[in-house]
Structure formats: C-alpha cells, structure tokens
C-alpha cells in the first residue's frame, strides 16, 4: 500500500517565520512533487525533484526553497512566510517513466499565514 | 497561460445519471493524462488514465475519452452516486520529452444529489 506522509495536517504561522514542511514516502520513488492548491487555481507546481540533492523550479518557486538530502524524504521551506502564502500544501511521489507514471499525494497540509 | 483547462469550475448530477467532466489543453506535445479525485482535507487520490496512442480508456464506472485532434479529454461516471461528490482534477504530461511534471486544470467540484 502506497504512502506519502506530511509532517502537519494544519499550521498557523505568524508573518516573517521560517516554516518547514516534510514530505515523506515509503515507496522508493525517485520523483517528488510540491504542490499549493487554491480555489480556482487548482493545484500549481512549486519545486520538484527527480534525485537526492536535485530540484527544478515548477511554476511558482518563489518565496520557497526545498532540499532533498535523502531519496524518501523531501523538505519545502518557507523562508519568510507571508499571508498570500496561505494555502493547502500538496506533496506527491511518482516513480520514473516507463508507461505508467501515477503520482501519489500526501493528505496535505492546511497553512495558514498570519 | 493555462495549458490545462476545466472550464466548468461545478456539476450538479442527479444519483444514478452520467457526470460527464470536460479538460481541454493546448500543449500538442502533452501525451499522458490523468484524472484525480478530491474530498476535502485529503489528498487527491487516482482515479484514471489515458496515454494519447488509446482514444478511450475504461475502469468499472469510469470512462475516460480522449480526442487528440480537438485536445479535448472527458471523464464520464456512470451511474453516479453520492460517494462520488468531490473535487475532479485533470493532470497532463509530455511524457515522451522526458518531463516528469504533470499539469493540473483548476478542477471541477461534482455533486452527485441523492
């Protein structure tokens, strides 16, 4: 049974904190997948990850960072957080190609920023 | 500019009916799509996918149709029933260029009424 596990299910910050999300899997996937989801904007891409200690930009990087030091674990980090930075966070594990390639969500994580 | 599209942002069914949820994309190299299912307060889970060599692809009570020519794909539900209220996102991916990221559409909210 596949599994992807967010560190917090909600979060209130205070403007200007340093926030940390964990994301963690436990089926050896090399891709992992942060994700904010807003009404009406459906779910956009912040960072991804193909390998340990490798990241790309998605579609809305800035504001945050990640870090991958280890295959099943990867980090989105908040350097000062701000309130349009209020949002549900999404992390998701694929595995590479090969025909099929189904990404799996964590249960995300509701931040609100103060 | 927004590759992926779902241009209905919410569908009202009644129980036993066919739901019927629209993509469309503009991204000729995009060759795997996906649909996803959301409840409130968890991730999305799959649902249902499509590679662009299959115009139909079926699963019990869900179909997916693709139409490469009018980039145009559908999820169809039948029958319908109140379980399936939720948040339904369509995801692509030019799997063929080596890209491991998937576009989301902003998503359709179905309500199945009993």
């Known amino acids: 049974d596949v599994k992807v596990t967010q560190s917090s299910r909600y979060l209130v910050k205070r403007t200007g904190e340093k926030v940390f999300l964990e994301c963690v899997q436990d089926?050896?996937?090399?891709?992992m997948f942060w994700y904010r989801q807003d009404p009406g904007l459906g779910l956009r891409l912040i960072y991804f990850?193909?390998?340990?200690?490798?990241?790309e930009k998605g579609d809305i990087p800035e504001g945050y960072s990640v870090s991958r030091e280890k295959k099943e674990r990867f980090s989105l980090i908040l350097e000062s957080a701000s309130t349009n930075q209020t949002s549900m966070y999404l992390c998701?594990?694929?595995?590479?190609?090969?025909?099929?390639?189904?990404?799996?969500f964590g249960p995300g994580t509701r931040l609100l920023v103060l | 500019d927004q590759q992926v599209k779902q241009n209905s942002p919410s569908l009202s069914v009644q129980e036993g009916r066919i739901s019927i949820l629209n993509c469309d994309y503009t991204n000729s190299m995009f060759d795997y799509f996906l649909w996803y299912k959301k409840y409130p307060a968890e991730g999305p889970t799959f649902l249902i996918s499509i590679s662009s060599i299959k115009d139909k692809n079926e699963d019990g009570r869900f179909t997916v149709f693709l139409n490469k020519s009018a980039k145009h794909l559908s999820l169809h539900i039948v029958p319908s029933q109140p379980g399936d209220s939720a948040v339904y996102f369509c995801?692509?991916?030019?799997?063929?260029?080596?890209?491991?990221?998937?576009?989301f559409g902003t998503g359709t909210r179905l309500k199945v009424l009993a």
């Open positions: 990850s193909y390998d340990v200690k490798m990241k």
């Open positions: 998701a594990s694929s595995s590479l190609g090969g025909g099929v390639v189904t990404q799996y």
């Open positions: 089926m050896d996937h090399e891709n």
């Open positions: 995801a692509a991916s030019a799997g063929a260029s080596g890209t491991y990221k998937y576009i």
